[in-house]
């Protein structure tokens, strides 16, 4: 896993914390009021973005998918409505790669896993 360098370094115990208290799945909600149920690929996301505050804290802090991640990012910066359809699609993507892989490993790999 990739970590951030510098101060947005977050500490482990403040990641546990955030990871704990959001059940390790993604956060967001969209419209209708259905959470995200991605549970790979994980990100921190900042609620209040970074450096206003300047600290870290698990208050301030909630789990998100990585192309949720980008899309609240992206919102941050004022850009909205467009980003939305373009980013659920590449987060179908995302979800269908994954389970390409995941079925890909429980078949290729079972070689010595059965007697
Ligand atoms: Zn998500």
Same mark, same amino acid.
């Given at each position: 896993m990739k970590q951030p360098q510098r101060s947005r370094h977050i500490p482990a115990r403040i990641r546990r /914390? %955030? *990871?704990? /208290?959001? =059940?390790a799945q993604c956060t967001f909600v969209d419209e209708s009021g259905c959470r995200c149920r991605e549970v790979d690929r994980l990100e921190l996301h900042h609620l209040n973005p970074f450096g206003r505050a300047g600290q870290h804290h698990a208050d301030n802090l909630t789990l998100r998918c990585q192309a949720h991640n980008a899309f609240a990012a992206e919102q941050d910066f004022g850009r909205e409505q467009i *980003? %939305? =359809? /373009?980013?659920?699609?590449r987060h179908e993507a995302q979800r269908a790669q994954r389970e390409t892989v995941l079925r890909w490993r429980s078949g290729e790999s079972g070689e010595s896993g059965e007697t």
């Open positions: /914390r %955030v *990871f704990e /208290r959001d =059940k *980003f %939305v =359809k /373009r980013n659920s699609m």
